[in-house]
């Protein structure tokens, strides 16, 4: 049996790692939401036909291959001609930019949603574009875009275990280098699995929380 | 601009070969791992049915521990850290194991929205007409589930496909491990893996434009 | 006297297919004119021209004088538009109320941001309205809560906080319940005797006999008949006139 000291350890090992993989949870995903929201906005609501077209390439190419392979490009290929991004950089930006992809949709799914009448309802009381797009269309289309963005934030959380091929210091890094120093793989890949699952499970939670109070709004 | 695309004219007789072959293995292994994952969903999913309290608890839980445990961590495990205590996998059944445990329980939901996206009434009509529950099941729910299904299971596929790019990381060779071992090779690394992204998009993209084609919705 | 508003040569084509095929009529101050006809004959269309949420193809349009839609002879934007539609009141078939706003959230906040009211007035002018709509009772409530009706008549007092010069009704109680169509109806004429001007598009015959000043019979994109609400219903001169009033009393 492991002894409790080496136990201590690798919790220890772990929960540091379980630090920077909040931190690239929580900054990858105020940074696709915010990318995602205005890519919406733009691809929804604006005139010019080159910017949609733009923006569906863009959301083709992020939706369509591994997040893997764009963090080597950000990570491996940036460096080989000379932009050099450090590791968490790397997985914030690739995270964050797949993300936008994502949420961008999700948005675009909740204004589409939205009956017509409620726009032209806006304007016919004197709103402008802007006025209705703020106060009437974008509340209604988060409440309805919320538990996709809750499933989305959930499967962030889990890709930011991706990040340790490209040396970030998050949970599966620690992980693996325990492994090569202590040898206790099955107890550390277990506890891996458990830690990961008692960062999501809170999460899910929440999300939970926030659809019973915003979401009961079918527009 | 030409300094970025001059190695693929160079080395284009030698990448495009190794690409192909590659992108074939990832097929392959998507494939499986995807057939795999339909017949353990599918058993989720009955499961979810059953009378038996244990049974449904399990699956319960069985699902969100898949909710909540990356795929990464699954593969390690089976692959790593089973190891430790007497099973072993070879890399390439570790990667098909691991990512059809991950992905059955999206399938299994899936398969339950789509069930419960049949009208009651429908059954109903079918019991009234004198089938049996199970002629009403066969003839009249199971082939609108699976019409239903179909465009949000090819989601899922893409999904799988992309994320059996992780199963280089256990050392299954697929595309993205040949195109480390190119990187390596030629010191190439941004030309190389964008190829790489290319040779996904062209086995991804027309999944996601069928899908869109048959339900316009489902492409979340 | 010069008219509250004035449409000449109002025309609307959406491609090869044209639904309204110039239109031109007055409304005084203070007049209450229906639109009736069968679907299709472009009477919705043409009161949704009139604060141009549909974009005329070809015709004018002048409200107190003052054109409509276009400045300098080219089209005006939505942005644009705003201040001119804030005096005509729209009250939608679908009524429309903005869902995760409460009642009178729905009826203040275009006081509010439009007109710049301070929080405190556009609150009190939004229980004016509501009173007026007799749904002071429900002021705090979800517009999901409430009936087709209640709703309308909440729609109703949104339309009125803006202080419209003129108010467009569009097919109002369509969409209703038989036993809602009432209170709505009652609200309306309510606000018919405080003298408003009012277009009201409807199938409600009987009421625009009752309430109405004019009413304009529209068929194929064209007036094809108008004139004293009475008289035109009661004895239409106009064949197809006459068919259609057959038809809506069966």
């Known amino acids: 049996m492991t002894e409790p000291s080496t136990f201590i350890l690798i919790l220890d090992g772990l929960l540091t790692g379980a630090g920077v993989t909040v931190v690239v949870t929580l900054v990858s995903l105020f940074l696709s939401v915010s990318l995602g929201f205005g890519l919406a906005l733009v691809r929804q609501f604006g005139k010019r036909r080159a910017l949609h077209a733009l923006i569906d390439v863009y959301c083709e190419i992020m939706r369509n291959i591994p997040a893997l392979t764009h963090l080597f490009i950000l990570y491996f290929g940036l460096a080989s001609i000379g932009f050099r991004l450090s590791s968490i950089a790397a997985a914030i930006l690739g995270l964050g930019l797949i993300g936008g992809a994502v949420t961008c949709d999700l948005f675009r799914a909740g204004f589409a949603a939205l009956p017509k009448g409620q726009a032209e309802a806006a304007l016919a009381v004197g709103f402008t574009p802007a006025q209705t797009i703020l106060d009437i269309l974008t509340p209604q289309a988060m409440r309805i875009a919320l538990p996709s963005l809750g499933n989305y934030a959930v499967q962030l959380l889990k890709d930011t275990s991706i990040v340790s091929a490209i040396a970030a210091p998050e949970i599966m890094f620690y992980a693996r280098s325990l492994v090569t120093s202590s040898f206790q793989s099955t107890l550390i890949y277990t506890m891996v699995a458990v830690l990961y699952l008692a960062l999501a499970l809170p999460l899910m939670q929440a999300i939970r929380v926030l659809e019973t109070r915003y979401g009961k709004l079918k527009a | 601009m030409i300094r970025f695309i001059q190695p693929y004219i160079d080395h284009a007789g030698e990448w495009f070969p190794l690409l192909l072959e590659a992108m074939g293995k990832t097929a392959l292994l998507s494939v499986s791992a995807f057939a795999l994952s339909l017949v353990f969903g599918l058993l989720l999913a009955l499961c979810r049915n059953t009378r038996w309290r244990a049974l449904e608890r399990g699956v319960a839980v069985y699902v969100t521990a898949a909710r909540g445990v990356p795929l990464l961590a699954i593969l390690f495990l089976l692959y790593f850290g089973l190891p430790g205590i007497g099973v072993t996998f070879d890399a390439f059944t570790a990667a098909i194991l691991g990512l059809a445990l991950a992905f059955a329980a999206q399938v299994a939901e899936l398969f339950r929205a789509g069930l419960m996206a049949i009208p009651a009434g429908q059954r109903e009509a079918a019991l009234a007409v004198g089938f049996t529950p199970y002629q009403s099941f066969t003839l009249i729910v199971l082939p609108q589930v699976v019409r239903i299904s179909i465009a949000p299971l090819i989601v899922t596929f893409v999904s799988l496909l992309k994320d059996s790019s992780l199963a280089s990381l256990i050392t299954v060779d697929e595309l993205l491990l040949t195109g480390r071992a190119m990187a390596t090779e030629y010191f190439l690394p941004l030309q190389i893996y964008v190829a790489v992204g290319v040779c996904y998009f062209l086995i991804a993209w027309p999944f996601s434009l069928l899908s869109k084609r048959l339900a316009p919705s489902a492409a979340r | ?250």
Request: overall charge neutral.
């Open chain 3, 1 to 250: 006297m010069n008219p509250l508003l004035s449409v000449t040569g109002l025309t609307k084509s959406y491609g090869p297919v044209e639904v309204l095929r110039g239109i031109d009529f007055d409304v005084a101050a203070g007049e209450k004119i229906a639109l009736i006809g069968p679907s299709g004959s472009g009477k919705s269309t043409c009161l949704r021209c009139l604060n141009f949420l549909e974009k005329p193809s070809a015709g004018e349009i002048h409200l107190d004088g003052e054109r409509i839609g276009v400045r300098l002879d080219r089209p005006m934007n939505d942005r644009q538009l705003a201040p001119q539609r804030a005096e005509m009141g729209m009250v939608f078939q679908l009524f429309n109320l903005w869902p995760h706003l409460s009642v009178t959230e729905n009826v203040a906040i275009a006081a509010r941001k439009v007109r710049g009211l301070s929080a405190r007035e556009a609150r009190e002018l939004a229980l004016d309205m509501l009173a007026k709509v007799h749904m002071t009772h429900r002021a705090d409530a979800s517009p999901l809560e409430l009936s087709g009706g209640q709703q309308q008549r909440v729609a109703i007092a949104r339309a009125l906080a803006q202080k419209p010069k003129l108010m467009l009704f569009d097919e109002p109680t369509s969409a209703l319940d038989p036993e809602l169509v009432h209170e709505v109806l009652k609200v309306m004429e309510e606000l018919a005797a405080e003298g408003r001007t009012m277009l009201i598009v409807t199938h409600e015959i009987a009421f625009a006999r009752d309430i109405a000043d004019r009413v304009l019979f529209l068929d194929g994109g064209r007036i094809v008949e108008q004139g004293p609400a009475r008289e035109l219903i009661l004895s239409p001169r106009e064949p197809r006139t006459q068919a259609f009033l057959r038809q809506i009393r069966h």
